[in-house]
């Protein structure tokens, strides 16, 4: 039966690279027939629909084709797709979900890399140690301590939106510092809020009262430019804004505005549109450190992303628990 099995593998060359380890390699012919993409770009949407019939595992990733009605009709024996990427949002077509395809996908772990990155970013801007860079290298200088005084990352106000998958690995990274943690999300109950060791609070009191702000939230049609001038017109001077969510649920240009009267520091991750064009102004501001949407990329969790997926393929062929698996319903709420 395992040879039997049909596996679809669509990441291109040049992506596997990155992302396909040996012992995926090894687990998934060990699950069946897999038919390797062994070009260097993504198939094309009538090319999966040739070679989707009879496959029983799709194994997916950036770029890769959408599993759309017409390509669910084609393969009734696909039992599970399996995305070696994040957002699945569009992944799999409805009949696709109503006929019970198992659908997993790697975001935990890229969360793992954003949420070390998002720790990173607390520390760096906490202490505010470029400008002794700058001074050092460009200027070949000395400068006294309190020309930029750092603070501690103990003890501070930390404020999350939302407890996604990387909101709580944040939560659970910033426990040795013993932070007040709070919270934004509508979706995080009393129960869980409790468990996390955290309060929930209003969007506009986490704004306004937090030493640190950290946004996480997902994309859906709510939280659309929820974070609006208001909400960092309110953020107390001195505070450190992280971004590493999606630019879709914050006003970008009042951000920019506010970052500008350089009351705060930011450490900005995502912007709308990408790549950031050439001249954006918020390029010219020592308030803000600028990365180009990397926070979730790094070597080793990137050559993990299709090694965790298919485990999770193996166990279920074995009948056991699934780590990644996302339920239907789970998906309005997801990125």
């Known amino acids: 039966m395992t040879q039997e099995r049909k596996i679809l593998y669509l990441p291109p060359t040049g992506l596997s690279e990155d992302i396909l380890s040996p012992e995926a390699v090894s687990i998934l012919e060990n699950l069946g027939t897999v038919i390797w993409n062994k070009l260097d770009r993504n198939y ?16 997916t990733s950036w770029g890769s084709p959408q599993i759309t009605e017409e390509h669910v009709a084609a393969a009734g024996d696909l039992q599970i797709v399996g995305h070696a990427a994040g957002s699945v949002k569009t992944r799999l077509a409805p009949s696709g979900h109503e006929r019970a395809i198992v659908l997993l996908s790697a975001a935990d772990v890229i ?34 301590a309190h020309n930029w005084p750092g603070h501690s990352l103990y003890s501070k106000k930390v404020g999350l939106v939302s407890a996604s998958m990387v909101g709580r690995r944040v939560i659970g990274l910033l426990k040795p510092f013993d ?37 996480h939230a997902p994309i859906t049609p709510e ?11 309110s953020i107390r001077d001195g505070a450190l804004f992280v971004h590493t969510a999606r ?18 520091n930011a450490y900005i991750d995502v912007f709308e549109p990408e790549p950031l064009s050439p001249d954006h102004p918020i390029r010219d501001l020592d308030n803000v450190f600028l990365s180009p949407h990397v926070s979730g990329h790094t070597v080793e969790n990137r050559m993990r992303l299709v090694e ?4 999770d393929i193996q166990r279920f062929f074995n009948n056991e628990s699934l780590r990644l698996v996302v339920p239907y319903e789970k998906l309005k709420i997801m990125a």
């Open 44 to 59: 094309t949407d009538d090319e999966l629909l040739e070679m989707i019939p009879g496959a029983a595992v799709v194994v």
């Open 111 to 144: 969360a793992e890399s954003v949420a070390e990155y998002t720790l990173w970013a607390m520390l760096s801007g906490q202490r505010n140690l470029f400008p002794y860079e700058k001074v050092m290298k460009e200027e070949r200088g000395w400068k006294p």
């Open 179 to 215: 932070c007040d943690v709070t919270v934004y999300d509508p979706y995080l109950s009393e129960e869980d809020a409790h468990l996390l060791d955290v309060r929930s609070v209003s969007l506009e009191d986490l704004f306004a009262d937090s030493d640190i702000i950290s946004v």
């Open 223 to 233: 939280t659309r430019k929820m974070i609006t001038g208001a909400h960092f017109q």
């Open 247 to 264: 630019s879709w649920v914050l006003d970008q240009d009042a951000l920019l505005a506010e970052l500008q009267k350089n009351r705060f």
């Open 308 to 311: 965790e997926i298919v485990r």
